[in-house]
């Protein structure tokens, strides 16, 4: 009596296991969508970060080249 209890009770989570899977499909499809828009954002950050950074270096440079010609004006007034 108790093992057909036990086989009922196990046929029926079995059923309602495989009953869910399209509730299941639709979750991992929502998930998959989500990675594939934060890979896109990542994407992007990664290049805007590589445009700034040229930028900065760009920046760092002219103004080094900016630091150089001041000094070599004041070094010319203290001759």
Do not use: H, P, W
Not at 37 to 52: E, G, W
Not at 63 to 77: F, K, L, T
């Amino acid at each position: 009596m108790l093992l057909k209890k036990i086989a009922i009770a196990a046929f029926a989570v079995a059923l309602t296991g495989c009953a869910n899977t399209d509730a299941l499909e639709e979750n991992i499809a929502n998930l998959t969508n989500k990675v594939d828009a934060l890979s896109t954002q990542v994407d992007s950050l990664q290049s805007q970060q590589a445009a700034l950074s040229q930028q900065a270096a760009e920046a760092k440079a002219a103004a080094e080249e900016a630091n150089e010609r001041i000094n070599n004006v004041v070094a010319s007034y203290k001759k």
